[in-house]
């Protein structure tokens, strides 16, 4: 399992692939986001963003299948406490292809819990055009490596 | 429909309840958030969440369609560029029912596109103790009455 000591600042992790489709779009959207851009096609080919698109969750809940499948079912992790900014950039339209990748961007120990180190990580979703449809800022809570706090705490 | 003038600062809406069933909680993770404590009872139970607890995209998406009910499926609203913030808090569990409301902190026009509002608000989900799970500070693009942007571009 990867531990704390294993995020260090700058190191990366790349998305599997994902294509949307009007189902899973439609789906998604008749149970969290009822707008008619997500619902409805002829909505959303007359709307602004040109087509079905997905609702701004949804491509945010595929991000955190992504997260999950890059690095998160592998590392000793305690859950987030939230996200600093989401940020929906372009459509994201039935039949696109979505991956990216997220990168550490800051790494340290708690000071009330110095067995868990919080990791901030910036996701960038990507389309099949290499444009970046959703960025993510976000933290992780990831347990030390056993042992090593102990160590401290007697050293 | 409401429009830009109906979002002054301070203005609430209050948000109708849904209580988080086991079986949606693990079908949203199974296929978006597939950790242990979201997926498996005993597994939420022996972690810090204290039980079958729902992934924070779940609660968010959950968020989202009380949003729709309680505003925007009556709004000339124009979607959003995303979130400034969304925390949580505390666990969601099995059987907890979720309500809340949302206020307006920031309601301004748009310099580039004198037709659209952009209207910030607070949003709070909270569970049946009053407790609060999850805030999230958004903004939603929201057009102003017909008639009147144009008015003004030629007065």
Not at 93 to 101: N, P, Q, R, V
Not at 130 to 139: F, H, L, M, S
Request: aromatic share 8%.
């Amino acid at each position: 399992m990867l531990c704390f000591e294993d995020f260090p600042v700058g190191r990366r992790f790349d998305f599997p692939s994902r294509t949307m489709t009007a189902e899973e779009i439609v789906a998604f959207a008749t149970e969290f986001d009822p707008q008619p851009m997500h619902i409805d096609e002829a909505a959303g080919k007359a709307g602004v963003l040109g087509g079905l698109a997905a609702s701004g969750w949804h491509t945010s809940a595929v991000m955190m299948r992504m997260l999950c499948e890059s690095y998160i079912d592998r590392t000793a992790g305690e859950g987030s406490p939230g996200v600093q900014s989401m940020e929906w950039k372009r459509p994201v339209l039935a039949g696109d292809t979505l991956s990216g990748h997220c990168r550490v961007t800051e790494a340290r120990t708690s000071r009330s819990r110095p067995e868990i180190g919080i990791v901030r990580f910036v996701a960038e979703v990507t389309n099949q055009r290499g444009e970046t449809v959703a960025v993510c800022d976000y933290a992780n809570m990831i347990r030390v490596k056993a042992g090593e706090a102990s160590a401290d705490a007697h050293g």
